[in-house]
């Protein structure tokens, strides 16, 4: 059951209020290049990524945005810190959504203007608490813990409210598993704003991919979560790839192929762990959802991967390819993964 | 909150009442070869395999136990399927633990030797349910349901139970996450044995990395789980370093480095990418608790990574080492990773 929060549009597309969870990742190239950062926006796009972030680190960047904002074919997101004239320059520029912390800007006033610039475009904005960034007062009172985040979080919202503003989305990131999960959970008994769950500095491709599974895994089985990052010391593509696998396990969304391989033993006939890296690799830009099997021996394989829409089962030099459990075709093993794709293609 | 199980013991390791969570994996070498066999072994139990387990599939694997038991320096199981003799001839050798289900051997008698001989020698024995392989009967009545995996369980805890056993481990393996995560939840309101989770054919280290991290992450943290086997279609070390990483992410293990590195973005000074992936290589053999952090710029890297007991941030040119936040050196960016494995040795 997911969690009921407010929906918030950025450009076209919805988050929360009931919405699938949204994929989102951001750009790691530099923002003044206007070029190469439209190349990875569809890139990344093309990997599945429903709203792109951007960093925003000065006057060149936000100018930058005039020409990557209107050519982006997927909503985008500045990323902006202190700066409140990088706001209202990415907001001019056509951006469809800020992220920024309303009470690391300065004065009131300047808060007022982006406030009111933002509400008249229809552009949301995310405040984005981040455990390695909390305030001495904040840490002081509370340490590190889900309280401080959540505290820190409502510094901001308030400062939005105040101004009727109530187009909010919040994180509150740690790269802390435990803390992360313990601080979403808190702020979400006491807002219904969407949340957007990530855990930060989560480390590389391997490492980083297990912790953001094992947080934001337990976090979206709860029905928290609106829109999730999964940041990865590594191309942001992979970062998409992985917040799909994420949703794809807990069945929220689907998009693409579900590999199921069996884990080789001392039945297995063939060179599994080649043959599903293989297979992974050369159905990896399949949208439609399909369940394809990989299993080690014609014995168990067909009937243990019966919910697979079709599948390969390895046998002493000769091969299984079936749907549903049901062989179809028996072929040499050299040509099992010619074989799986050709009947892939039929389908 | 860990659920309160009883506790069984696999050797001199303890699964289950209120034990550390055990890490456990699986050979894929060929059993009835004990040198490649016993090699293996020992490669698991370096990389922090704390329970080994080998399939045994006919009498020829069976005999070679009599070789690999006396060899092992860490508790082993057996896999069998259907051949009560093979039971036998396993618990002769001087196996820890088993895995087979009492409802598959054939006869009660069959049944009653096993248990016996287990029971004599203080083997404990693991019921082993798979939704790839249910009864008919099973699946006609319940559908492919957590009730069918449970039920399936209980058929053959039963017939252990009226044999006054007890010394039972089980474990509902799918490879549909939310299938086995609510098989789990089920039977931890039922039963107080001791819990083998995992995601059966998660896939690759890739995809299977997720979808186990996913399922074991969200279970653990509800405290249901005594004993963890990942199962990748890779080789099975990576198996045992999942699995720690998924323990230390929830903080109910630790060991070795935990690597937090920030997603590259607009404002990093140095290829965090490469030298984050070059940094976990160095420190894998690392089995102390360490937390080491590789940060992009040194304005925020530090600060953000104050957590962590030594960490390098890069800077342009010059980058900076540094201990739980505190700049300790300057260093060229070219000698960062050496600075680190300086500083590491240190410690």
Known sequence: MRKKT?????????????????????????????????????????????????????????????????????????????DYRL????????????????GNIGSKQKVREIVAAAKERGVPIRIGVNAGSLHKKVLEKYGLTPQALVESAKEHIY??????FNDIKVSLKASDVPLMIEAYRLISTQFDYPLHIGVTEAGTLRGGLVKSSVGLGILLAEGIGDTIRVSLTAHPRYEVWAAWE???????????????????????AIDVISIAAEVEDKLQNITKPLKVAVMGCVVNGPGEAREADVGIAGGKGVGLVFRKGKPVRRVPEGQLVTALLEEIAKL
Do not use: F, W
């Open 246 to 268: 994420i949703l794809k396990a807990l069945k929220l969304r689907r998009r693409g192929v579900e590999l199921i391989s069996c884990p080789t033993c001392g039945r297995t």
């Open 159 to 164: 400062i939005l409210e105040a101004l009727n």
């Open 6 to 82: 407010r929906a918030v549009r950025i450009g076209d597309v919805t988050v929360g209020g009931g919405a699938p969870v949204v994929v989102q990742s951001m750009t790691n190239t530099d923002t003044r290049d206007p070029d190469t950062t439209l190349r990875q926006i569809a890139e990344l796009r093309d990997a599945g990524c429903e709203v792109v972030r951007l960093a925003v680190p000065d006057a060149e960047a936000a100018e930058a945005l005039k020409v990557i904002c209107p050519a982006a074919k997927v909503p985008l997101v500045a990323d902006i810190h202190y």
């Open 87 to 102: 706001a209202l320059a990415a907001l001019d520029a056509g951006i469809n959504g800020l992220r920024i912390n309303p």
